[in-house]
């Protein structure tokens, strides 16, 4: 399956985002889909993750602020991030896997797509 991120750009603190992942080449309820990041001069870290039963996980510096989420009609997973900080400030990547675990146990990635948050 390949996949592609979109939706990220330039937000003001407080403010609210919504990136999507889109497939092609398989569909996604078959997959365990997971958002990861990178902030500049920091390591990767994962964000959210759905699993294929529809159970989710987040990590703890955005619990309460963002929501995974599945539309199967349309093959695509979306990232709702509300209360944005500067410290969400990041490349976000989409990836595909058989279950939700580390960054190494994902066979598939999009390209990224930077979320700035900023005044």
């Known amino acids: 399956v390949q996949l592609q991120a979109s939706g990220g750009g330039l937000a003001q603190p407080g403010g609210s985002l919504r990136l999507s992942c889109a497939a092609s080449?398989?569909?996604?309820?078959?997959?365990?889909i997971a958002w990861f990041r990178r902030a500049p001069g920091k390591e990767r870290e994962g964000v959210t993750c759905i699993s294929t039963d529809g159970s989710t996980t987040y990590a703890d510096s955005v619990k309460g602020r963002v929501t995974i989420s599945r539309d199967n009609a349309k093959n695509a997973v979306y990232l709702q991030m509300n209360s944005l900080k500067p410290e969400d400030t990041a490349v976000y990547y989409c990836?595909?896997?058989?279950?939700?675990?580390?960054?190494?146990?994902?066979?598939?990635w999009g390209q990224g797509t930077l979320v700035t948050v900023s005044s």
């Open positions: 990836a595909a896997g058989a279950l939700c675990g580390y960054y190494w146990e994902y066979e598939s």
């Open positions: 080449g398989g569909t996604l309820d078959h997959y365990a």
